[in-house]
């Protein structure tokens, strides 16, 4: 029996919730509603409608499955198989898609169902998965693409209180290249049982001045039980000798709400060019490349001027040349 090369996957994922829209597309593959964001209440049900549909001019078949929803330190998203499952926050289990599989012909649609089934005495907080909206290969299909929509479900329990408890695990100074400046990455763990779009800001401190500051607003949230890193670029005056420094982190929620707050050791080893400051390479380097450039442009004055002299010599030898012609005549 021959198998079926996957030689690639487009995903399109409806994560970024900041975003009105809830149309995605993928390959050939559409799907509107893709963003289930919704109050449940311990006991009951409720069902939700994505329309797939295929806007490419080939028939295609489709598989419709629940996963769970993650956070890695690297990716706003994970999207997880059963077994690697195991958050306490997991929705994976309550919700039920229908129908599971169908065949779209070029330019047809289908409406899934996805119905959530919330257990009595469901504890507090907030509740994650992903219903993810895959193409399959036809049988016998020698080569295939696959494409993928990955819609996310969050649901809140109503009726309970909402914890957003986070701690900064940890930072790490980021060294500047000829791209970006200097910055730091700060590692914040949700504790709590409910998601949050947090707000990051860090103040550098040398003893009791300011050196540096930073900042980042994510439209990604970070659900309980995850960590996320988050890149933050650092902006000052002039620039950031190497050294020991304090690093004063406070985290907010969507609203400016404080979340938690740090204060950290932050050591750079070497001297680092800040946000808003050049990040080519120093004076001496410049003067070097200056002192270079210099002597091609010297280089290029000679050779210019070779080849003139070249030219006029050659002028003058035809010259010379038609004139003992025309003696000759």
Partial sequence: MRKTAIIGVVVAICLAFGLT????????????????????????????????????????????????????????????????????????????????????????????????????????????????IRTIPSPGQQVATVSAVAARVLLTVVGNSVDISSQITGIAPISATHQSPAGIYVT?????????????????????????????????????????????????????????????????????????????????TTKQPLAGMSTTPTSATMSTGSTTATGINRLVIIGAAAGLIIIIIVVVLIVIIRRMNVRGS
Wanted: glycine letters at 12%; aromatic letters at 8%; charged letters at 10%.
């Fill in 21 to 132: 829209s809830t149309a995605l597309a993928a390959g050939g593959l559409s799907v509107s509603g893709g963003k289930i964001n919704a109050t449940v209440s311990p006991g009951g049900n409720s069902s939700y409608n994505i329309t797939v549909g295929n806007t490419s001019d080939k028939p295609m078949d489709i598989g419709v499955e629940v996963e769970g929803y993650g956070v890695s330190l690297s990716n706003d998203f994970v999207v997880l198989a059963p077994a690697a499952d195991i958050s306490p926050y997991t929705a994976r289990g309550w919700l039920a898609v229908s129908p599971a599989s169908f065949h779209l012909d070029a330019g047809q649609s289908q409406n899934v169902i996805v119905t959530a089934n919330v257990p009595a005495g469901t504890g507090q907080g907030g509740r994650y998965a992903i219903v993810m």
């Fill in 188 to 268: 914040v763990a949700n504790k709590g049982n409910y998601h949050y779009y947090p707000q990051v800001d860090v103040t550098l401190m040398n003893k009791n001045d300011v050196v540096a500051t930073g900042s980042v607003n994510t439209d990604w949230p970070i659900v309980p039980g995850y960590s996320r890193q988050y890149h933050l670029n650092l902006t000052g005056k002039g620039t950031l000798p190497a050294g020991n420094y304090e690093a004063k982190i406070e985290v907010k929620d969507g609203s400016g709400n404080l979340v938690t707050q740090s204060t950290l050791p932050l050591k750079f």
